[in-house]
């Protein structure tokens, strides 16, 4: 079964970076588009960026445009959101979601000082 | 930027039909999803391309599209809705996805 594990959220201080993973099992990973998105304490989910299977390209908000890098490792089966200059209004739960239907469970990162 | 438009709130008692509703100027070229999200659990989708219900999920669930308009429609909604909703979908380039804002459904 389609199985999505984020990891590498944590507490940073404000200006720091991190770098958020998540592994993926259960289908073939090159296949399928991969999304990031984000859900602030008590607010509704946000669409960050996405990358195409294959890496070729990468769509951001305006909200992270700049500050944030998706990639992948097709050969890890593993997606990655690399966030830099983290503020406090990034701290939220990160959900990776393949294409428009399967989601993780989602890793909280915390941006405090 | 491209938005997407649902009403914060929706309350129906037990079995009557609930309606969420989602404008957007692209809907009409670009498919919409809805999820399912209850309190502090990862969402979960309930209706596909407009209209296409994933396994598992009850048949109460149904998706419909009328131009910049789409709609979920729970009928006979039960308690264990209650939920926030919320639609997904991308602008006219197809690289850039939106939430709409969410939908609490109350049923009671």
């Known amino acids: 079964q389609v199985q999505l594990v984020e990891s590498g959220g944590g507490v940073v201080q404000p200006g720091r970076s991190l770098r958020l993973s998540c592994a993926a099992s259960g289908f073939t990973f090159r296949s399928y588009t991969m999304h990031w998105v984000r859900q602030a304490p008590g607010k509704g989910l946000e669409w960050l960026a996405l990358i195409y299977y294959d890496g070729s390209s990468q769509f951001y908000a305006d909200s992270v445009k700049g500050r944030f890098t998706i990639s992948r490792d097709n050969s890890k089966n593993t997606l990655y959101l690399q966030m830099t200059s983290l503020r406090a209004e990034d701290t939220a739960t990160y959900y990776c979601m393949r294409d428009s239907t399967y989601w993780g469970q989602g890793t909280l990162v915390t941006v405090s000082s | ?108």
């Open chain 2, 1 to 108: 930027s491209y938005e997407l438009t649902q009403p914060p709130s929706v309350s129906v008692s037990p079995g009557q039909t609930a309606r969420i509703t989602c404008s957007g100027d692209a809907l009409p070229r670009k498919f919409a999803y809805w999820y399912q999200q209850k309190s502090g659990q990862a969402p979960v989708l309930v209706i596909y391309e407009d209209n296409k219900r994933p396994s598992g999920i009850p048949d109460r669930f149904s998706g419909s599209n009328s131009g910049t308009m789409v709609t979920l429609t729970i009928s006979g909604a039960q308690v264990e809705d209650e939920a926030d909703y919320y639609c997904y979908s991308t602008d006219s380039s197809g690289n850039h996805w939106v939430f709409g804002g969410g939908t609490k459904l109350t049923v009671l």
